[in-house]
């Protein structure tokens, strides 16, 4: 299967913009849930940060594994993240 050079592209720049959105996305989430939480390290528990932390998982993996992959298109994880 091979991508068109501007589907391509459009993958890349989506796959980068998803990286910068975690960079800074992170840490205020996390600040967030230990100011939410208010007791220390129990955030980490939290089923909200949980589910957080699974979302942000899923966006990093489908990110990565796009930038990687070159000859063939890998949208598919990163699609399904950002549902």
């Known amino acids: ?9 459009a993958e890349t720049r989506l796959a980068k913009l998803t990286l910068w959105a975690l960079a800074i996305f992170v840490p205020f989430e996390t600040y967030a849930s230990y ?13 909200g940060y949980l589910h957080s932390v699974a979302g942000m998982a899923l966006l990093f993996a489908g990110a990565y594994d796009s930038l990687k992959a070159w000859p063939r298109c890998a949208p598919g994880l990163m699609c399904a993240s950002h549902a």
């Open 35 to 47: 100011v939410f939480a208010a007791s220390g390290a129990r955030f980490l528990i939290h089923p």
């Open 1 to 9: 299967m091979s991508c068109s050079r501007e589907g391509r592209t």
